[in-house]
């Protein structure tokens, strides 16, 4: 009976339930909303200076937009909703407000992933073959391959929000944080296994496809720097390349934690899967902006000058 009276035509919203058990949640809302506002501000300081200097309208640059303009994106789907739930107390969200974020929200977790392996070719290439670079590498090419990455994800995120939309729901209520595919899955009156196929078999192409590539990359790129006889450039390549690790360990050590710990049959708590949801979705795109201000030297350069122009003003 409580199958039929809850389907898909007639649950208009749903409850977010996770955060429920917390004692203190007004402080775990307001340590998400400090660092929504600093991932905000730090990839729109990046997003600010390669914009404004041609300069550094190279594929790099436009490959680091790239990434802050995602991180924004995924970034700001599930912040908003627990912000919401946990400072202003609405912890109600409504059917296509739900879909959407969970839409948006994988959208930049997979985009993200094929970001960085765009990100890692670049570097391959870049360190491989230096003379060739700059024929092989063209802004146009690497906004082509941009494109091809956002249609791909586009597609497959397609599919699995047509599925989601297409479930009876037995209950409005998500007992996670906020809404994504897993989530609203097993929201749904359905046995849930099978819908994760398609979730899994993405997963299997993350974890034995792209990382195994990427990291294949990056050990080329250690092998190629250690015949390098310039040191100057010896140490310029190792910077670039540990800012590249460092975004790319950022990204897939919280998924690697929580595959490895669910494949050795370790049953975590509902709080447990949720605190590694939110350190997944919100430290990446915190890392990301800092590691690239603070690590590679142009747009370190860029803002040493607009603090030595403020400093000017001032006086």
């Not at 389907?7 to 203190?24: E, M, P, R």
């Not at 392996?117 to 802004?139: G, K």
């Amino acid at each position: 009976m409580a199958v039929e009276n809850y389907t898909v035509k007639n649950v208009d919203s749903f409850i977010i339930t996770g955060f429920d058990h917390l004692q203190n949640q007004k402080l775990l809302g307001f340590l998400i909303l400090i660092t929504y506002m600093l991932i905000l501000l730090g990839n729109g300081i990046n997003l600010c200076i390669i914009l404004t200097n041609r300069h550094l309208h190279k594929p790099m640059y436009i490959l680091i937009c790239n990434l802050a303009v995602v991180d924004i994106m995924f970034s700001s789907t599930c912040s908003t909703t627990m912000i919401s739930v946990l400072l202003a107390e609405i912890k109600t969200v409504s059917y296509c407000s739900c879909i959407s974020r969970m839409f948006f929200y994988h959208l930049g977790d997979f985009t993200v992933c094929m970001a960085l392996t765009l990100m890692a070719i670049d570097r391959l290439i870049a360190i491989r073959l230096p003379l060739r670079y700059h024929s092989i590498v063209t802004n146009s090419r690497t906004f082509l391959f941009i494109f091809l990455t956002w249609l791909i994800t586009i597609t497959l995120m397609g599919v699995l929000t047509s599925v989601v939309d297409n479930v009876p729901y037995c209950q409005p209520v998500i007992r996670y944080v906020f809404c994504d595919y897993p989530s609203m899955i097993r929201a749904a009156c359905v046995n849930p296994e099978p819908f994760f196929f398609l979730p899994a078999m993405i997963n299997l192409w993350w974890f034995c496809g792209q990382f195994p590539f990427i990291m294949c990359t990056y050990a080329v790129l250690a092998y190629s720097v250690t015949r390098l006889s310039n040191n100057a450039s010896k140490r310029q390549m190792i910077n670039t390349c540990l800012s590249h690790l460092i975004v790319l360990f950022s990204y897939y050590a919280p998924k690697m934690v929580h595959a490895l710990l669910t494949r050795i049959g370790v049953a975590l708590t509902l709080t447990e899967r949720n605190a590694i949801l939110i350190v997944a979705s919100l430290i990446p795109p915190l890392i990301n902006p800092t590691v690239y201000c603070t690590r590679t030297k142009e747009i370190r350069k860029r803002l040493a000058d607009v603090k030595d122009d403020h400093c000017i003003i001032k006086q």
